[in-house]
């Protein structure tokens, strides 16, 4: 299997704030605490953490996100002058950049299930943790926590994530240059954090509906405050989930099932 290698990603990286500082650990209980740690610290909007490996690598919902050597386990510490409201914004467009990397790096074609998920064929290949700071009225900082299965068997998951999950190395039947594949993320990453930051995040949502697998799909939504079925019908200017039952239901976080096919 490949190496890791911050030198290897740091070479003709064309970005000017993502990836300014790469800190490499081959083990760690997760790069999400790593980040959030340094950026406490006074760590750089840009500065990037990778993990050969976590002992507690964490998923949305308290979730517990399988780590093993050979994935792509990256997280990016951002300090936009936003409000809290915006940031989930910020999931969405990760999205677009690890999809966007992964369909022009790999040839596949991985859909986003809103708001995070990055699936090949309804098989979970890659998701984000989108963790923030903030006070009222101003964040601090955010960290964007990005998993992909990259060079991993499939054999190596446990219990149901051998049927609901898969790998690029699963579905290309090779590995992938992860230095190459995090370079060409970072770029991508750069590319929508700056529209979004110039008041141009209607490029991203544009590029998210093009990569959707949620739009036009029966799904069922868990929010902290209800359950909401119906089709969804598209995202709205920032990035909220429009869902049609007796009305229209706008949907700005929640855990999303695909219930219908495509
Ligand atoms: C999810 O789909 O539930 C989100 C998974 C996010 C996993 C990544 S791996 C790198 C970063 N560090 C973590 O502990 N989690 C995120």
């Known amino acids: 299997m490949s190496e890791f290698s911050s030198q290897a990603i740091k070479e003709n990286l064309q970005t000017i704030t993502i990836g300014s500082e790469i800190h490499y650990f081959d ?4 790069t999400n605490d790593i980040a959030k740690s340094l950026a406490e610290k006074g760590a750089k909007d840009g500065e990037v953490v990778i993990a050969e490996r976590q002992r507690k690598g964490k998923g949305r919902l308290g979730r517990v996100w399988h780590s093993p050597p050979g994935g792509i386990w990256l997280s990016i510490i951002l300090k936009p002058e936003i409000t809290p409201s915006d940031a989930p914004k910020i999931t969405l467009l990760a999205g677009v950049a690890v999809a966007r990397t992964i369909n022009e790096m790999c040839y596949l074609n991985v859909k986003l299930k809103w708001p995070n998920d990055i699936l090949f064929n309804e098989k979970k290949a890659g998701g984000i943790l989108t963790e923030m700071h903030a006070e009222v009225g101003k964040v601090n900082y955010v ?17 149901e994530l051998q049927t609901t999950a898969t ?12 230095n190459k594949f995090v370079q060409r993320l970072l770029m991508e990453f750069e590319n929508e954090y700056s529209s979004f930051l110039n008041d141009n995040f209607a490029s991203t949502v544009k590029k998210w509906k093009t990569l959707s697998g949620t739009l036009g799909r029966k799904v069922r939504i868990t929010t902290a405050a209800e359950i909401i079925q119906g089709i969804a ?3 709205d200017k920032d990035g909220a989930l429009l869902v049609k039952n007796n009305g229209i239901k706008r949907v700005l976080a929640g855990e999303c099932v695909h219930l219908s096919e495509t």
């Open 27 to 30: 083990e760690v209980e997760s």
């Open 143 to 159: 960290i964007v926590g990005i998993g992909i299965n990259a060079n991993l068997d499939i054999v190596s998951f446990q219990g």
């Open 167 to 178: 790998t690029l190395k699963h579905e290309l039947k090779k590995d992938i240059d992860r």
């Open 233 to 235: 019908l598209d995202i």
